[in-house]
């Protein structure tokens, strides 16, 4: 029987794994680690619905851990076949999959070291050598390639403009004029981003499967380069230190690219600019390999010779030592750090280092889920628990929604806008219950389609 089950991304925003069961195949589109609230992140220990051994192959949409970073485990628990992807979720994975892993071990080593797990002793849900396996079971495709399951399935990757290799999904029968197709928008970018191409249009769609992260919200449409202008210059004028958490794939780098151009426009004083993370570091290089990958701008530039990630006073901050020396900053400088949502990393020794003085400012340039401590941030709480200990927000707190990656629900109107006819079913995941409701209603109401919120574990059979 064909059909989809969901086991992640249903009202919440990680945790992405959809199973695909079609002409007697199996297929998860994503393979994701829940983030967040506690309830959530406990998931990542249950045993996956499915065995691992029974699914042919895993379609990735593309690197961010909400999306990969459950692959380590699944192929431990028995998963032989084949990773697709694009060329840059691979280069990007590369890095990604070995630094979660990293996490998981660290993790485990100070809840033994502190004795506050329950298990004894605490263990990583995964390992570096399980990241380096199933690393092994990856297979690259190209923008645009046709890969065949057999001699009745196509498969294609196309661009999704969310961040370095990012795709949407297209799975097709081959069937002449009995063709049925599948598309999985994963998460869906925006238009004239900074550094990535547009979202590619998609047709003939009979099921889509669709994100809604923004589903009842609008980006600032306030010029971001004016805006992120106004906060750094605020921060000078305050003497203080701008604090941005920031995504290490994709958030980071078009940053440093906007603090650039500003720089060369003279509408902020060149500032020491520190990145305190190893993995934005390192994703850099992939960046810088993958030109072929972003926009037509970034393109030209780099053939001008321009190093279009390098602010004049950039600091690349690799080892701990590196990181350590940054508290001793007190002129104006700006730091630019991981995790984007405050969960973990350097970031949270940034924030109980700079949190508690008025002078400093702290800015979230991507999306804040429930639960983390970047929402509770951003929802005004007066103290934040980091590492045990209750800091006081006194700093400065600012939100550019302008650099989000995430289409808002206009911008994913206009995609589907272009559709040449309904899909059969649109199901709605990827989005916290709100906004996937909310996004149901402006669908339905703009182009009657039949819309469904599915929930987690549920199953639909499709026609194929």
């Not at 298990?119 to 390992?127: F, G, I, S, T, W």
Request: net charge neutral.
């Amino acid at each position: 029987m064909d059909r989809i089950s969901f086991y992640g991304a249903t009202g919440t925003v990680t945790g992405s794994r959809f199973l695909l069961e079609i002409q007697d195949r199996k297929f998860l589109i994503d393979c994701g680690l829940f983030q967040g609230p506690k309830e959530l992140r406990l998931k990542n220990w249950d045993p996956f619905p499915v065995s691992p051994a029974d699914i042919d192959m895993v379609l990735l949409t593309h690197a961010h851990i909400d999306h990969s970073g459950y692959l380590p485990r699944f192929c431990a628990d028995g998963f032989q076949g084949i990773i697709a992807c694009t060329d840059a979720t691979y280069d990007l994975c590369e890095i990604m999959l070995k630094d979660s892993a990293y996490l998981q071990e660290e993790d485990a080593r100070w809840a033994n070291k502190k004795g506050f797990s329950k298990h004894k002793p605490a263990k990583p849900l995964y390992d570096t050598a399980d990241a380096e396996k199933a690393l092994t079971y990856f297979s690259p495709l190209h923008y645009g390639e046709d890969s065949y399951v057999g001699d009745d399935l196509r498969l294609k990757f196309k661009d999704a403009g969310h961040i370095l290799g990012s795709s949407i999904v297209d799975i097709k029968t081959v069937n002449g004029a009995d063709s049925r197709k599948i598309v999985f928008s994963g998460d869906l970018g925006r238009p004239n981003s900074l550094l990535l191409r547009d979202p590619a249009q998609v047709y003939d769609v009979d099921y889509l499967v669709l994100e809604s992260t923004y589903g009842q919200r609008l980006h600032d449409d306030r010029p971001v380069d004016l805006e992120l202008a106004r906060v750094i210059n605020e921060s000078v004028e305050r003497k203080g230190v701008l604090v941005i958490p920031s995504f290490a794939v994709g958030r980071t780098q078009a940053l440093l690219y906007m603090i650039r151009e500003l720089e060369e426009k003279g509408k902020i004083p060149s500032l020491p600019v520190y990145v305190d993370s190893p993995m934005a570091i390192d994703a850099m290089e992939i960046f810088k390999r993958r030109i072929v990958d972003q926009n037509m701008t970034g393109r030209a530039l780099t053939l001008t010779g321009k190093k279009i990630f390098q602010p004049r006073e950039l600091h690349l901050c690799k080892s701990r030592d590196d990181s350590k020396a940054i508290n001793q900053v007190k002129n104006p400088a700006i730091i630019v750090s991981a995790s984007g949502m405050v969960t973990g990393g350097r970031i949270l020794h940034h924030l109980q280092n700079r949190l508690p003085h008025k002078e400093n400012t702290v800015l979230f340039i991507g999306y804040q889920a429930e639960g983390t401590r970047g929402r509770a941030i951003l929802d005004g709480s007066e103290y934040i628990k980091i590492h045990g200990r209750q800091v006081p927000v006194k700093a400065k707190i600012e939100m550019i929604t302008g650099f989000s990656a995430h289409a808002d629900y206009n911008e994913i109107l206009a995609w589907l806008m272009a559709f040449n006819h309904p899909p059969e079913k649109t199901f709605l995941v990827h989005g916290e219950p709100q906004a996937a409701v909310s996004l149901a209603e402006k669908i339905r109401q703009h182009f009657g389609w039949d819309v469904v919120i599915p929930e987690y574990g549920q199953s639909f059979k499709l026609k194929f």
